[in-house]
């Protein structure tokens, strides 16, 4: 675990982030309740996605459980047994790793995912913090990966 410190942090923060908030929501919203925080512009709102991102795949938690499962346990396995990976790569990879195992709890625990944040003003479909954990890991993935090509 010392070996790739970063990503173990990242990881472990964001998971318990992701996690909290969803328990947050589920214990102090009904399904499809909406509190504004900016009216017409940011949302928390409680909604189910038994699909994937953007609700594709809809109804898909069944393969997408094994999915998030199968992606988790080989992150974890390359930060246990691969090579010490740069601050960058373990950044990005903790915090795919969070997301995918946040998402995956959800969907092996409820067969859907809890998602609340809703940006209202763009009509952008509403998520959860596993997912801007996702996004946030491939794109420094993709900084990272310039970054070492320019070298």
Known sequence: MSKNRSFWIVAIISLILDQLTKY???QNFSLGESWPL???VFHFTYVRNTGAAFSFFSGGAFWLRWLSLIVSLGLMAFAVWGPKMKTGEQLSLGFILAG???NGIDRFLFSYVVDFLDFRL???P???LADVSINIGMI???ITSFR???K
């Open 140 to 142: 420094l993935l993709i």
């Open 38 to 40: 900016w009216a017409n």
């Open 148 to 150: 070492e090509t320019k």
């Open 126 to 128: 509403v998520f959860n």
């Open 100 to 102: 995918a195992f946040g």
């Open 122 to 124: 763009i009509h952008f």
């Open 24 to 26: 947050w929501v589920v």
